[in-house]
T-cell receptor, first 112, second 115 residues
């Protein structure tokens, strides 16, 4: 599985856009990029997944450049409730039989 | 969407006793479930992969005789921490995925405290 590197922590203010970048230089052809969010004492929650270019859903956007060696999670207009740890994961889980390998994650702190 | 539940959500036990944690996929069948452990302010660490009807596969460093995993049906996997010690105190999380899906669904976690 490709190793991922993300900033340990980030600070932001309510209403700002937050971009968290993850590098994954060894990503394989079949690998997808997935982001999870985790609040304290809760299980991780799926945010978004992509393979290339840009993916957008109701909560976030995911930007993936052509070489796919990095990806950026974009959270528009964050609120206090977006304070959490965000994990970037890379892998091929199409069969559903492979576990996710979590890196250190990025601890986002949103302040009023 | 797919929901995974865990029971109990929180448990306190005395050192030397055993504790069973249940993980259920409520609205889908999961041939494979995963068990993770998370210590405070640390990331999730995979403990074992649980396959329905067969023995679990444990990660290196995880004692299979201490952490007993049973996956008796397509909707239930259990983790039993045997002869628990204070160092086993942690947050235990299970996950499951739909066959052919890239998305894994996580349970809410179980906070185990061993006194």
């Amino acid at each position: 599985l490709a190793k991922t590197t993300q900033p340990i922590s980030m600070d932001s203010y309510e209403g700002q856009e937050v971009n968290i970048t993850c590098s994954h230089n060894n990503i394989a052809t079949n690998d997808y990029i997935t982001w999870y969010q985790q609040f304290p004492s809760q299980g991780p929650r799926f945010i978004i997944q992509g393979y290339k270019t840009k993916v957008t859903n109701e909560v976030a956007s995911l930007f993936i450049p052509a070489d796919r060696k990095s990806s950026t999670l974009s959270l528009p207009r964050v609120s206090l409730s977006d304070t959490a740890v965000y994990y970037c994961l890379v892998g091929d889980w199409g069969t559903g039989r492979r576990a996710l390998t979590f890196g250190s994650g990025t601890r986002l702190q949103v302040q009023p | 969407g797919a929901v995974v539940s865990q029971h109990p959500s929180r448990v306190i036990c005395k050192s030397g006793t055993s504790v069973k944690i249940e993980c259920r996929s409520l609205d889908f069948q999961a041939t494979t479930m995963f068990w993770y452990r998370q210590f405070p302010k640390q990331s999730l660490m995979l403990m074992a992969t649980s396959n329905e009807g067969s023995k679990a596969t444990y990660e290196q460093g995880v004692e299979k005789d201490k952490f007993l995993i049973n996956h008796a049906s397509l909707t239930l996997s259990t983790l039993t921490v045997t002869s628990a010690h204070p160092e086993d105190s942690s947050f235990y999380i299970c996950s499951a995925s739909l066959m052919g899906s890239y998305e894994q669904y996580f349970g809410p976690g179980t906070r185990l405290t061993v006194t």
